[in-house]
């Protein structure tokens, strides 16, 4: 068998002093490799990047001092044309001297790009997935669940620092009777119109969701009866700008309560609140609807 010898080392092999960074020697390959004839006045800042030179002086010598090696180390080289080349490079310590077993890493350093960047895409498809299955089907609302899980957030935000919750079910008047009249897609488009208008009147720290058929749930973050008075006057109007075939505009009832701090020992928080805001929903629509009723805990259902 042929003993090896220098020339059939198919890595960068470089002999430098350590405090200096002065080159002592290399092999014929980094000779090929970086270009350069072998001179006293070549040193290893001379042959990788700025960046790698700092991280040189900054990183790698006081590990090495404190080590003795410095193992699977990345850097970049300088080819003898001024291209940058990724590699690793084994270093170790002897006296004075620095010994480096250095690896051009082109298929290494390509292999990490590309799975940087299917993980990238698996992330971004993740979080596609994860918004899709948060939307409600037609609109662009959010669906029960996501909802539920949501202000669920909220009332544990609200436990650690209160402030009020206002819960608001809100249900379009004769819904089915425009469905009778327009047929089904036209339906359709109301509700999905309808979702814009909610989106467009509250905030991002509020919840909207479609909760089912025409019934669309809000949560309005900070917000007490006395807020919701002028909320709702705004929803309401804005909802009346939504023109039905027949000319006549949209109108819609909601009924709500407000969480209070009393209200944060109960279990079952969230159904406890939508049976108030149900029954204040039943009371506007059986009263002429397209108005807002709220039940409050002092003084019952009370229309604002």
């Not at 960074?21 to 004839?37: D, M, Q, R």
């Not at 006045?41 to 590990?63: G, L, N, Q, R």
């Not at 900070?222 to 109108?251: C, M, Q, V």
């Not at 506007?284 to 002092?298: C, E, L, P």
């Amino acid at each position: 068998m042929k003993e090896a010898v220098e020339e059939d080392f198919p890595c960068l092999l470089l002999k430098s002093d350590l405090e200096t960074t002065e080159i002592k020697w290399f092999n014929p390959y980094a000779k090929s490799f970086l270009g350069v004839e072998w001179t006293s006045e070549k040193k290893i800042i001379d042959i990788v990047s700025k960046a790698s030179s700092i991280f040189y002086e900054s990183y790698i010598k006081p590990i090495l001092l404190a080590n003795g090696e410095y193992l699977e180390v990345q850097i970049t080289l300088l080819s003898g044309s001024g291209q940058r080349v990724p590699a690793v490079a084994n270093i170790t310590v002897s006296g004075n001297i620095l010994y480096w077993a250095v690896y051009v890493a082109k298929e290494r350093d390509k292999l990490y790009q590309e799975l940087i960047e299917a993980k990238d895409q698996l992330e971004k498809k993740t979080e596609e997935l994860t918004a899709v299955s948060r939307r409600d089907t037609l609109t662009p609302l959010l669906n029960r669940r996501a909802a539920n899980d949501d202000v669920l957030k909220m009332i544990s935000q609200s436990r650690r620092a209160f402030v009020p919750l206002s819960f608001l079910l809100l249900d379009i008047d004769f819904f089915k009777k425009i469905n009778d009249a327009f047929g089904h897609e036209e339906g359709d488009r109301i509700l999905i119109k309808l979702s814009h208008v909610l989106l467009e009147q509250v905030r991002e720290t509020d919840v909207v969701a479609r909760w089912g058929g025409e019934e669309f749930l809000m949560v309005l973050f900070n917000t007490d009866i006395k807020d919701i008075k002028p909320f709702s006057e705004r929803l309401h109007n804005a909802i009346s700008e939504i023109s039905l075939p027949s000319g006549k505009p949209l109108t819609a009832s909601i009924g709500g309560t407000v969480l209070e701090k009393g209200d944060l020992a109960q279990p079952n928080l969230i159904a406890q609140q939508l049976v108030k805001a149900d029954k204040a929903l039943y009371e506007a629509k059986a009263n002429k609807r397209a108005h807002t009723r709220i039940y409050d805990s002092v003084h019952g259902i009370v229309k604002i």
